[in-house]
């Protein structure tokens, strides 16, 4: 009975197929939603199915989650909605939700028996668009057709937003405003349908009323365009029209892009943990970030660039990471990302910051990989250089975070990451100039969002680097914490985060330390600031204490696909007052690199931390290269990373040393840093 | 009023399982949902359910036979058969899932093992009283031709 979708019970088999293959007929919406529903009880599914058909709805029932996602990654155009217990035996609701969420961006709607306060509000975090209790009543069915509207008129906004809506959209908007507001308007609906349609005949194809948007399907390839000419804009500066432009793909319309783009900022907002009402790419990170930073180190100089490079990673790669991560399990994304944190932590070549084993405690946070995502992309080679030092404590708190799970040290990486998008801005190219930025103000929130809790301790940052490990974010907490190990007692400080005692291999920390470096990296001031970081630890201490008191990770909370490190990131960013989108976007491709670690360090840590490491480390001996030469160049270049790496000489730097880098080629000397050292 | 005498008896005992509690409003909207397309609906859902929860009460039982009882799983399965009784409206056995999930939470295996035993006389009672409401609403005929007026 998985596949029963029949066309509604009552309605007649047209109103479905037309809204099925877009002449919707107007006046028949809501009939002929499809609806999937998900419960592993028979019982219940039974009686949803024949409520839903009662609605007019289409409906397709399935009793196990993973044939739900099967169903849906097939036909990812099939659905409009669907409905979703949250206990089930073979994956856990809220899991599936996450995967609908990123992968097909359907609207999704839970239920339960429970009516708990934190199971619903699980049900928030991660992106549910609503929650019912059981047992369900047919009247709580009829209007979840809302939920397709609204999220399609926020798609359409974004459009807007973009400056890419036409007049007729907003007519069509508008009109739709008039009719949403009242959902018993059915007879206003039809008519403002009826006129988009009208509207529709005559304007281009795609420019349908959203709800009958034809859908692209974004392959892998298609995405990895996308984020190719995304990266090549910057993440600020993308907008639908441009990257249309530059991916040339015929038959593509700038609504196309546009939704896609926003489904993309919103996955990479779910992967640093950033709150979704943070559109802009600016993040505030950096321009405070900019401020506090002390001079970092030129670890972090090195790191950032490191990141950078690896955050550039390969348009490809962090385009297959993100397809991966969009289109399928984070598993599959975890991988490409370690590659990229891995040549940040070699690049660190921090001895101060030699974190051990405390360190890799802490650099559970997988989720903190993730964060690195947040690394803005473009990373100054200088920074590298800069970071170089720093990179290698961070490198190895990098690889401590990935190995950990979530860690309170999450904290940290979020703000390792938070530093890195300020870092990107500006200065990279000063040493000491610029960094401060980064350091101070980033490490500021940063530390006090991974280390939230625990760093409370010493000067904040320099648990950020500890916990490197922690969060994906870390690597910008890494970053900071670089500067921060070196002065503070950061060394041998687990990272109070609540590292795990065990950190794996060292491709986890490896991939701690890419993080750390890429968010070393961003942060033009971090190389610089690395001693004002020092300082700024030494002064905030107190600041980050309170900050971390401030910061209450809940840890159920929204977890992008890291597992619950994510969030505590999200929120301690969020806290922070960060703008997610500057994380997200100066990170995206640090971000899909993370989230890449993040799996990696999920799943399969050891082997994918090994192979990134090794693709990292050849990474980060180009990086290392460039950086050096670049130090002091430029750190206007918002994306240094194009300017200096092109994605296809990353990628095909990573492929190529596979083997690992000799320690001899890496600049940047990793010092104790052997790459052979990495645990495969 | 029903004019068939068979209609009337369905109708109050059908009242009376309400009256008595054994069933709860959710058993109406199973009862509304039927239709032509589906004119024995709300018998073809107690049978699925009858038989899918027989599976969880079994673990039930599985469970309070190891020593020491494992709450979190006694409660995981106890979690599922309330969702499951909820949604047909068996407004005893509910109340008794509710309790012993209860006991679980509190770690009273004595209680659980008290509930359970209460749980599965409502249950069984719940069955009984059910299948006598559908064998008479069969032998009553179809509701529609009752209820509308000639």
Same mark, same amino acid.
């Given at each position: 009975m998985?596949s029963?979708?029949g066309?509604?019970?009552?309605?007649?088999?047209?109103?479905s197929?037309?809204w099925?293959?877009?002449?919707?007929?107007p006046?028949?919406f809501?009939?002929?939603?499809?609806?999937?529903?998900?419960?592993?009880?028979?019982t219940?599914?039974?009686?949803?199915?024949?409520?839903l058909?009662?609605?007019?709805?289409?409906?397709?029932?399935c009793?196990?989650?993973?044939?739900a996602?099967?169903?849906?990654?097939?036909?990812?155009?099939?659905?409009?909605i669907?409905?979703?217990d949250?206990?089930?035996?073979?994956m856990d609701?809220?899991?599936?939700?996450?995967?609908?969420?990123?992968?097909?961006?359907?609207p999704?709607?839970?239920?339960?028996?429970?009516?708990?306060k934190?199971v619903?509000?699980?049900?928030?975090t991660?992106g549910a668009?609503?929650?019912?209790?059981?047992?369900?009543?047919?009247?709580?069915?009829?209007?979840?057709w809302?939920?397709v509207?609204r999220?399609?008129?926020n798609?359409?906004?974004d459009?807007?937003?973009?400056?890419?809506?036409e007049?007729?959209?907003r007519?069509?908007?508008?009109s739709e405003?008039?009719?949403?507001?009242s959902?018993?308007n059915?007879?206003?609906?039809?008519?403002?349908?009826?006129?988009?349609?009208?509207?529709?005949?005559?304007?281009?194809r795609?420019?349908?009323?959203?709800?009958?948007?034809?859908?692209?399907?974004?392959?892998?390839?298609?995405?990895?365009q996308?984020?190719?000419?995304?990266?090549?804009?910057?993440?600020?500066?993308?907008?639908?029209?441009?990257?249309?432009?530059?991916?040339?793909?015929p038959?593509?319309?700038r609504?196309?892009?546009?939704?896609?783009?926003?489904?993309y900022r919103?996955?990479l907002?779910r992967?640093?943990?950033?709150?979704q009402?943070?559109?802009?790419?600016?993040?505030?990170?950096i321009?405070?970030?900019e401020?506090t930073?002390?001079?970092?180190?030129?670890l972090n100089g090195?790191?950032?660039?490191?990141?950078a490079?690896?955050?550039?990673?390969?348009?490809q790669?962090l385009?297959?990471?993100q397809?991966?991560?969009?289109g399928?399990?984070?598993?599959?994304?975890?991988?490409?990302?370690?590659?990229?944190?891995?040549?940040n932590?070699?690049?660190?070549?921090?001895?101060?910051?030699?974190?051990g084993?405390?360190q890799?405690?802490?650099m559970?946070?997988?989720?903190?990989?993730?964060?690195?995502?947040?690394?803005p992309?473009?990373m100054?080679?200088?920074q590298?250089?800069?970071?170089?030092?720093?990179?290698?404590?961070?490198g190895?708190?990098?690889?401590q975070?990935t190995?950990?799970?979530a860690?309170?040290g999450?904290?940290s990486s979020?703000l390792?990451?938070m530093?890195?998008?300020?870092?990107?801005?500006?200065?990279l190219?000063s040493?000491?100039g610029?960094?401060?930025r980064?350091?101070?103000?980033?490490?500021?929130?940063i530390?006090s969002?991974?280390?939230a809790?625990?760093v409370?301790t010493?000067?904040?940052i320099p648990?950020?680097i500890?916990?490197?490990?922690y969060?994906?974010?870390?690597?910008?907490?890494?970053?900071?914490?670089?500067?921060?190990n070196?002065?503070?007692?950061?060394?041998?400080?687990?990272f109070p985060?609540?590292?795990t005692p065990?950190?794996s291999?060292?491709?986890?920390?490896?991939?701690?330390?890419?993080?750390?470096?890429?968010?070393?990296?961003?942060?033009s001031g971090?190389?610089?600031?690395?001693?004002?970081?020092?300082?700024?630890?030494?002064?905030?201490?107190?600041?980050?204490?309170?900050?971390?008191?401030g910061?209450?990770?809940d840890?159920?909370q929204?977890?992008n696909?890291?597992?619950g490190?994510?969030?505590?990131?999200?929120s301690?960013?969020?806290q922070?007052?960060?703008?997610?989108?500057q994380?997200n976007?100066?990170?995206r491709s640090a971000?899909?690199?993370s989230k890449a670690?993040?799996?990696?360090?999920?799943?399969t840590?050891?082997?994918?931390a090994?192979?990134?490491?090794?693709?990292?480390?050849?990474?980060?001996?180009?990086?290392?290269?460039?950086?050096?030469?670049?130090?002091?160049?430029?750190?206007s270049a918002a994306?240094?990373?194009?300017?200096?790496?092109?994605?296809?000489?990353?990628?095909?730097?990573?492929?190529?040393?596979?083997?690992?880098?000799?320690?001899?080629?890496?600049?940047?000397a990793?010092?104790?840093?052997?790459?052979?050292n990495?645990?495969? | 009023?029903?004019?068939?005498?068979?209609?009337?008896?369905?109708?109050v005992?059908?009242?009376?399982?309400?009256?008595?509690g054994?069933?709860?409003?959710?058993?109406?909207?199973?009862?509304?949902?039927?239709?032509d397309a589906?004119?024995?609906?709300?018998?073809?859902?107690?049978?699925?359910?009858?038989?899918?929860s027989?599976?969880l009460?079994?673990n039930?039982?599985?469970?309070?036979?190891?020593?020491?009882?494992?709450?979190? %799983? +006694?409660?995981g /399965?106890?979690?599922?058969?309330k969702?499951?009784?909820?949604?047909?409206g &068996?407004?005893?056995? !509910?109340?008794?899932s509710?309790?012993f999930?209860?006991?679980?939470?509190?770690?009273?295996?004595?209680?659980?093992?008290?509930?359970?035993?209460?749980?599965?006389?409502?249950y069984?009672?719940l069955?009984k %009283? +059910?299948?006598? /409401?559908f064998?008479?609403?069969?032998?009553?005929?179809p509701?529609?031709? &009752?209820?509308?007026? !000639?």
């Amino acid at each position: 009975m998985n596949s029963s979708s029949g066309k509604g019970s009552m309605s007649t088999a047209s109103s479905s197929a037309a809204w099925k293959t877009g002449d919707v007929v107007p006046d028949k919406f809501p009939a002929g939603l499809r609806v999937l529903v998900v419960d592993d009880d028979p019982t219940c599914l039974m009686i949803l199915e024949k409520m839903l058909r009662t609605c007019l709805y289409e409906v397709t029932k399935c009793n196990r989650a993973e044939t739900a996602l099967c169903m849906l990654r097939e036909n990812k155009n099939g659905f409009d909605i669907v409905i979703s217990d949250v206990h089930m035996p073979d994956m856990d609701g809220f899991k599936l939700l996450e995967h609908i969420g990123l992968e097909m961006d359907l609207p999704v709607i839970m239920m339960s028996a429970d009516d708990g306060k934190h199971v619903v509000m699980k049900g928030v975090t991660h992106g549910a668009c609503d929650y019912l209790i059981k047992p369900v009543r047919i009247e709580a069915l009829k209007n979840i057709w809302q939920h397709v509207v609204r999220k399609r008129r926020n798609e359409w906004k974004d459009f807007e937003q973009s400056g890419s809506v036409e007049e007729g959209d907003r007519q069509q908007k508008q009109s739709e405003d008039a009719d949403y507001s009242s959902s018993a308007n059915e007879g206003n609906w039809k008519s403002s349908k009826k006129r988009k349609d009208d509207e529709d005949e005559t304007d281009e194809r795609d420019d349908t009323s959203s709800l009958k948007k034809p859908r692209v399907v974004w392959s892998v390839e298609l995405h990895q365009q996308f984020v190719t000419a995304v990266n090549q804009l910057g993440i600020d500066k993308a907008v639908p029209k441009k990257i249309l432009e530059l991916m040339n793909v015929p038959g593509l319309t700038r609504e196309n892009v546009a939704s896609h783009l926003q489904k993309y900022r919103l996955y990479l907002r779910r992967l640093s943990g950033v709150s979704q009402h943070q559109g802009n790419l600016n993040n505030p990170f950096i321009s405070s970030q900019e401020t506090t930073f002390g001079p970092l180190s030129s670890l972090n100089g090195l790191d950032l660039q490191t990141l950078a490079a690896t955050g550039q990673l390969p348009a490809q790669s962090l385009a297959t990471l993100q397809a991966a991560g969009l289109g399928r399990s984070t598993a599959k994304s975890g991988v490409p990302l370690p590659l990229v944190d891995q040549r940040n932590i070699f690049s660190f070549e921090n001895p101060k910051l030699r974190f051990g084993e405390g360190q890799q405690q802490h650099m559970n946070n997988n989720k903190q990989i993730n964060l690195l995502h947040g690394i803005p992309t473009t990373m100054e080679p200088k920074q590298l250089a800069s970071l170089h030092h720093t990179a290698q404590s961070i490198g190895n708190i990098n690889m401590q975070v990935t190995s950990h799970g979530a860690q309170s040290g999450q904290n940290s990486s979020l703000l390792m990451q938070m530093a890195q998008p300020q870092a990107r801005g500006p200065t990279l190219d000063s040493t000491v100039g610029h960094a401060p930025r980064l350091p101070s103000s980033m490490g500021q929130p940063i530390l006090s969002n991974g280390i939230a809790a625990n760093v409370s301790t010493r000067n904040g940052i320099p648990e950020n680097i500890r916990a490197p490990g922690y969060n994906p974010v870390s690597q910008t907490s890494s970053m900071l914490n670089f500067p921060m190990n070196h002065t503070s007692e950061l060394p041998g400080n687990s990272f109070p985060l609540g590292s795990t005692p065990g950190i794996s291999s060292l491709t986890s920390r490896r991939a701690f330390q890419e993080e750390v470096n890429s968010e070393i990296k961003v942060p033009s001031g971090f190389m610089p600031s690395y001693a004002i970081f020092n300082d700024l630890n030494q002064h905030k201490p107190q600041n980050w204490e309170l900050e971390n008191v401030g910061m209450t990770f809940d840890a159920s909370q929204h977890s992008n696909s890291l597992q619950g490190n994510l969030d505590l990131t999200q929120s301690v960013l969020v806290q922070q007052g960060f703008s997610s989108r500057q994380v997200n976007g100066q990170s995206r491709s640090a971000a899909v690199v993370s989230k890449a670690v993040f799996s990696a360090a999920d799943g399969t840590e050891h082997v994918i931390a090994q192979n990134v490491n090794q693709h990292l480390d050849s990474l980060l001996v180009d990086n290392t290269i460039r950086v050096k030469s670049e130090r002091v160049a430029d750190a206007s270049a918002a994306n240094l990373f194009p300017d200096h790496f092109g994605q296809e000489d990353l990628m095909s730097a990573l492929l190529k040393q596979q083997e690992g880098i000799a320690p001899a080629e890496n600049e940047f000397a990793f010092d104790g840093y052997s790459m052979d050292n990495i645990p495969g | 009023m029903e004019r068939n005498p068979m209609r009337r008896q369905l109708a109050v005992m059908r009242q009376s399982l309400f009256d008595q509690g054994y069933l709860d409003e959710q058993f109406v909207q199973l009862e509304e949902l039927q239709d032509d397309a589906n004119p024995n609906f709300v018998e073809e859902v107690v049978t699925l359910y009858y038989r899918d929860s027989a599976r969880l009460i079994l673990n039930v039982e599985q469970a309070l036979e190891r020593k020491p009882f494992d709450f979190n %799983k +006694l409660d995981g /399965y106890m979690h599922q058969f309330k969702g499951s009784s909820s949604s047909i409206g &068996a407004k005893k056995v !509910k109340a008794e899932s509710t309790l012993f999930r209860e006991y679980c939470k509190s770690g009273n295996g004595e209680g659980c093992m008290r509930t359970f035993q209460q749980l599965k006389k409502e249950y069984a009672t719940l069955r009984k %009283k +059910l299948e006598a /409401y559908f064998q008479l609403a069969r032998q009553a005929g179809p509701m529609e031709t &009752a209820c509308h007026p !000639k």
